[in-house]
């Protein structure tokens, strides 16, 4: 086992120009398509129904922009609908009288943050009209002397650290999604010695010298499962600490996350290895197979804005799909393993499956 795997890693050492290129297309792509990060502000489509005047529109405004991380726009109903639709905005704010709704598309985390400070602005300014109402007309300016000299100061951080910024989803799942995309190809291509070795003959001479079985697969197969994992975590180290991309701080489970995932992608390119007859077809299907995982698996766009039942069955047959979600709940959401034990679970099960498989595939020829 020692030798093959050796062996492997001579060859990158002679011809590193494939690892190479798919990693330096990682950094390009997550770079480009997320790699500035958006402003501190998060900026909230905000529409009103016939019923609001333009004092009470703009009195709502007012208050609702005291927030230093969200800036609520008045834009007209039409154009708050047609951006949430488009995809431009992920949701918009329609104002009434004494109520509010949310117009969302899909569920993010950032609705929670900005229902829950709609929520607490016109729960203390109703209340606060009501107690003009009922008991003094001075109260207003007393509660707004009270909140300018508080008796007891708290200081809160949150996910996105002491500046107030929202842990930006959108860039976590640009840098999941592509990096795991491009792993795919680094790790099938380089299972391409393989089906080198059969074509060649050389696989044959192998599994007959004293060599065994297992230790000539387990020779391929951890090279390339640790040619994968050095990718992902090369790409995630350099995003965290030179371009600011915020992971959380569980770092292990993300690991574990990325092992699982490896071994999967590892796994179902023993099974592509297995299905097709020469090297030449293996460089067919590779991209074919890569870019349907990632389309169905939702590493270009959020699955959830995917409302065919169809497709939604189909990505929870795909790697990637449980990939991301096992990244995304330890760096959004600080998950352990516990926590994110069934996306690991099917990942582990793919890859104990397509093993087999592909393994039986190739001892039948």
Known sequence: MKSVFLLQWQRFKRAPVLVLFFFGLTLLFVFFLAGFRSESELTVYTYGDE??????????LEKLNES????????????????????????????????YRLLVATDEQTHY?????????????????????SERADIRSEVERF???????????????????????????VLFGMTLFFSIYTIMFSLMNVAEEKREGTWNRLIVSPLRKWQVYTGHLLYCFIIGILQIVAVFFIFYY??????????????????????????????????????QQLQAVIP???????????????????????????????????????LKGAS??????????????????????????????????
């Open 242 to 279: 030179l371009l600011d991309f915020e992971l959380g701080n569980r770092f292990g489970t993300m690991l574990i996350v990325i092992g699982c995932y490896v071994f999967a992608i590892v796994a179902l390119g023993m099974l592509l290895i297995g299905l097709v007859r020469t090297s």
């Open 51 to 60: 019923t609001l005047t333009v004092e009470e529109r703009d009195g709502w």
């Open 68 to 99: 230093g991380a969200l800036r609520f726009v008045w834009v007209e109903e039409e154009e708050a609908r047609h951006a949430v639709a488009t995809g431009m905005v992920s949701l918009a704010l329609r104002l009434m009288k004494d109520d």
């Open 147 to 173: 909140l300018a000299e508080p008796v007891l100061t708290v200081s809160s951080t949150s996910l996105a650290g002491a500046d107030g910024v929202f842990l930006d989803e959108e860039r976590l799942h």
């Open 288 to 326: 074919i197979t890569s870019t349907a995982i990632a389309m169905l698996g939702g590493a270009f766009w959020p699955i959830e804005i995917v409302t065919n039942e169809v497709m939604l069955l189909l990505a929870q047959a795909m790697p990637i799909f449980y990939a991301m979600e096992g």
């Open 332 to 365: 959004l959401y600080q998950y352990g393993v516990g926590e994110i034990a069934t996306p690991l679970s099917f990942l582990l099960l793919i890859g104990v499956i397509c093993m087999g498989i592909g393994i039986n595939l190739m001892e039948r020829k």
């Open 113 to 133: 943050v900005v229902d829950s400070y709609v929520n607490q602005v016109f729960t203390e300014e109703l209340r606060i009209r009501q107690l003009e109402a």
